[in-house]
T-cell receptor, first 113, second 113 residues
Framework: QQPVQSPQAVILREGEDAVINCSSS?????VHWYRQKHGEAPVFLMI?????EQKGHDKISASFNEKKQQSSLYLTASQLSYSGTYFC??????????????FGTGTRLTIIP | KAGVTQTPRYLIKTRGQQVTLSCSPI?????VSWYQQTPGQGLQFLFE???????NKGNFPGRFSGRQFSNSRSEMNVSTLELGDSALYLC????????????FGQGTRLTVV
């Protein structure tokens, strides 16, 4: 089951903050965040495991709400280099063990000067 | 260390033909996953191989198949190509499993005419 990302696209001015949400209809074991710039391969940002943790580095952080089956990616004081498409990937829990990593359709973030 | 290498980078095939794509993971990585990326669909999981065994499979028809060799290199084969198979095919390698950071290759852009 593909996770749902919102918003689908967002345009910000440099220095503004952004939040990207990722929701799953099934219980989550882990959430993975990647960023892909145009014409390039996706690049790993972070993984969050169930337990309701929060992670971050520099001005990019993320939270994982196990009860709500969702994760949010926070980008503060956005820089031009943050532009790209952000994908969340979810690993769901099932009776047969954890399922394959499934990615959302992405959120296109555009930062303008 | 060298990154994930995918060959060829670009490919044009005719409907009905078959194609084989190659992926060389980062040295020491045992897990290789394949994804199909099309505009609006995000990253669609094809399959994952770990130590020469298919560990997970996505919802793609049997025309899509893959294999992994003892040196962890992986190939993906698509038979009886259809126009809808035109896409960017990405492979990602990780040390152990989908719970670890995955490194993506640049992808193979397949165009079916």
């Amino acid at each position: 089951q593909q996770p749902v990302q919102s918003p689908q696209a967002v345009i910000l001015r440099e220095g503004e903050d952004a939040v990207i949400n990722c929701s799953s209809s099934k219980a989550l074991y882990s959430v993975h965040w990647y960023r892909q710039k145009h014409g390039e391969a996706p690049v790993f940002l972070m993984i969050l495991l169930k337990g309701g943790e929060q992670k971050g580095h520099d001005k990019i952080s993320a939270s994982f709400n196990e009860k709500k089956q969702q994760s949010s990616l926070y980008l503060t004081a956005s820089q031009l280099s943050y532009s790209g498409t952000y994908f969340c990937g979810t690993e769901n829990i099932s009776h047969f063990g954890n399922e394959k990593l499934t990615f959302g359709t992405g959120t296109r973030l555009t930062i303008i000067p | 260390k060298a990154g994930v290498t995918q060959t060829p980078r670009y490919l044009i095939k005719t409907r009905g033909q078959q194609v084989t794509l190659s992926c060389s993971p980062i040295s020491g990585h045992r897990s290789v996953s394949w994804y199909q990326q099309t505009p609006g669909q995000g990253l669609q999981f094809l399959f994952e191989y770990f130590s020469e065994t298919q560990r997970n499979k996505g919802n793609f028809p049997g025309r899509f198949s893959g294999r992994q060799f003892s040196n962890s290199r992986s190939e993906m084969n698509v038979s009886t190509l259809e126009l809808g198979d035109s896409a960017l095919y990405l492979c990602a390698s990780s040390y152990d499993s989908t719970r670890a950071e995955a490194f993506f290759g640049q992808g193979t852009r397949l165009t079916v005419v």
